[in-house]
């Protein structure tokens, strides 16, 4: 909100037309991100037979040769597929961050919805990236398509694509003022009027209609009071700066890859070698396997040994970056959250020994918020989705925003990039970035 008020729409017009455009993307999200949940789990039914209950525990009672084999067939599967794909739909837009940043909000409809249905499939076989690629990516594609037929001025199309690609995520995570605020905080950086209330919208309505087929409760389940403590407290002030470096180096670690990941024909064969890979590591760490939600949920509920939620992570950006190295496209909420979930977890263990009053699972749920909102560089959205996300954390909210808050700062001051500005191509001529972007070429 600008003040004193503001009454005018900035560069987009709010028109009659605009807002009937945003609920049809909403609507479009919504049964988009329905559509994605649907091949994620029929593939994780097939794979592994998950039914109920935690993927995790599902993939835990395979064979280890059934889990490798499983990410074997998905890198043999999924590589020739992106390959193909990019080929025959080359120089069509797919990314949805750079059609809203350095674009007029275009995206190509049919290059997007295969590139979803490619990711979801390889994730329901044990790929390490996230599950909320496809729907943001298919919300912002059906709000470019829609404002198309509409003729929306570019300003328009373009706050409505990544209207879209918020309502997508709030959609399959049940996370509506999460997902609102993802929007205007990371797609559009504005909190004004005019961006925050479309934003609403439009994740309100893409929540709604994923009640068709997903769940209106919370994503993370059975997660107990935790109640502030003087260890507590302390812990967050001496953690969020951690995290904060933490996330520098994860950024990095996918600015990197993304920049150099495989192309031409060796990315035929290169998702076959990194899923391979990552099915043999997950012989011994299960945990690994899928976007990390089970990992992050575990974390959440006190569960693990300090070495073992140290080993998750150290070693999930270290997979979900070998994954991306390879070509393949998904996305990062969810390794990125689980990696600060499992870190914050591990820590406040360690620190329990030498203050007791810092529990396990509260600090897991403050690493989490801490570390996304850092990686994002968006620290009121990762409040949101936390406490969306478990329906808890409230009691704690305080060190929470502690950690988060000075886990942010920590990352804006040393590089100022965010996961996502981290796998944009080079773009010396993106406003606010000085031209020092790292990145790759667009996800297909």
Not at 196 to 211: D, E, K, M
């Amino acid at each position: 909100m600008e003040q004193p008020n503001v009454t005018g729409d900035i560069h987009a017009p709010l028109t009659l037309r605009f807002w009937v455009i945003l609920v049809l993307t909403g609507i479009a999200a919504g049964l988009f991100g329905d559509l994605m949940m649907v091949v994620l789990f029929t593939t994780e039914h097939v794979a592994f037979g998950f039914h109920s209950g935690s993927f995790q525990a599902a993939v835990t009672r395979d064979s280890p040769a059934r889990r490798v084999i499983s990410l074997a067939v998905a890198g043999a599967m999924g590589g020739p597929a992106w390959f193909l794909l990019r080929r025959f739909t080359k120089g069509e837009p797919a990314e949805i961050d750079e059609a809203v940043w350095n674009d007029e909000g275009r995206l190509s409809f049919r290059r997007c919805l295969g590139t979803s249905v490619i990711s979801e499939l390889v994730i329901g076989m044990g790929a390490s990236i996230g599950r909320e690629a496809a729907p943001k990516l298919l919300g912002g594609a059906a709000g470019s398509w829609l404002s198309d037929r509409a003729k929306l001025t570019p300003a328009q199309r373009t706050l409505i694509v990544a209207c879209g690609g918020g309502a997508g995520l709030a959609a399959v995570y049940n996370v509506p003022l999460g997902g609102a605020l993802f929007t205007a905080e990371i797609m559009i950086g504005s909190l004004a009027l005019p961006a925050v209330l479309p934003a609403l919208v439009s994740a309100v309505i893409a929540t709604l209609t994923a009640w068709i087929y997903l769940p209106d409760h919370a994503t993370y389940l059975n997660i107990g009071a935790h109640h502030d403590t003087a260890s507590l407290i302390a812990w967050a002030v001496l953690v969020g700066p951690l995290l904060g470096v933490g996330s520098v180096v994860y950024i990095r670690l996918i600015a990197w890859v993304s920049h150099h990941r495989a192309r031409g024909r060796l990315a035929l064969i290169a998702p076959l070698i990194a899923f391979t890979t990552l099915g043999v590591i997950g012989i011994a760490y299960p945990q690994l396997f899928g976007n990390g939600k089970d990992m992050a949920h575990a974390a959440f509920l006190g569960g693990g040994t300090i070495a073992l939620l140290l080993a998750l992570a150290a070693l999930k950006p270290i997979v979900t970056s070998l994954c991306l190295s390879s070509g393949a496209s998904g996305g990062l909420f969810t390794p990125v959250m689980s990696t600060g979930a499992v870190l914050g977890a591990g820590l406040g263990l360690a620190w329990s020994h030498l203050w007791p009053g810092a529990s396990g699972s509260a600090c897991a749920l403050i690493g989490a918020a801490a570390m996304i909102g850092a990686a994002m560089q968006a620290p009121l959205a990762a409040l949101a989705l936390v406490l969306e996300l478990t329906h808890s954390g409230f009691s704690v909210v305080v060190p929470m925003v502690i950690a988060t808050a000075s886990a942010t700062i920590v990352t804006r001051y040393i590089d100022g990039y965010s996961i996502y500005t981290g796998r944009l191509p080079e773009a010396p001529d993106l406003p606010g970035h000085g031209g020092r972007l790292l990145g790759s070429e667009p996800a297909a």
